[in-house]
Every structure is written in C-alpha cells, then in structure tokens.
C-alpha cells in the first residue's frame, strides 16, 4: 500500500515536471551537458532575437564553445555584454567562450548571450526551433531552443534597434 502510494507520487511529480513552463532539457555532448537552451519572444518587426544556455564541462581538459546556428535566424553570433558608466553595450565574441574543466558557464539575461540575426520569422513565446551549438572539442551539437516569456525580471537592455 506505501509502496503504490509512493510510485503514484513519484509519476505525478514527473508529470509536473515535464508540464512546466519551464522544464529542463538537456544534451549531452562527450562531458558536455548542455542545459536549457531558450530564446525570448522577439518584438514585432524586429530583426534580431536572443538565445542563452547553460553548459557545465565534466571533463578534464578544457572546450570551447565558438559558434552554432538557430533555424529561426539566417546567422548568428557569441556575445559579450558588459555594463560601464551604467550603459549596457554589447559586442561580437570572436574567440569564443571557454569551458574550463569542472566549471559551468552561463549564458543568461544581462551576461554573454547568443545574438539570432536576419530573423526568417518572429520568435513566438512558448514555441521552439532547431540549432546546434559547436564546440572546438566536441564539434557541432545538435539542441532544441524553447522560447519562454521574460519572466519576472525585466532585461537589463533591450535588444531592439541592436546593430551588429
Ligand atoms: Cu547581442
């Protein structure tokens, strides 16, 4: 009897958890694991979308994450955004990022970012696209982008009007 409980419990938990507005996803890459890649819904009429993930290295020797591809967007890019004078400025990362060994790195709102440019149509919330992530060491990955709302938090900047 606390055993049927316990499973019933059990499945309904993972019911929630695939549910969510915002459920993990994750792809596994050698000692990769890339973690939740998502998008944010692009205003009207614009040409530029946003992309973030999380990618920790398991591994004992260092990659580098150094391009990838969205099927939304006909390019994109790596980059960096830094705060001086309290104005946010952002630029292209040509090196790429590094993975150090045992480490997480974040690609997140306010932060490094990838940059989805020449939109082929709008990034509608609560949908989700294709891409693939390269890596120096692992090669070319493939991931799945789910598009999510902004959140309680307001972005630092806006990429609206963002000129490569
Ligand atoms: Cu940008």
Redesign the pocket.
Known sequence: MKLAWAAQLAAVTVGVALLGPAAAHEFKAGDLTIDHPSSRPSPPRAS?G?GYVSIRNDGTEADRLIGGSATVAARF?I?A?TVEDGVAR?RRVEDGIGLEPGATVKLASGGA?F?LLDLKAPIVKGQSFDGTLVFERAGTVPVRFTVEGFGVATPSFS?EG?QP
């Open positions: 530029v946003v890019e980059h955004s952002m970012h940059m990429h963002h």
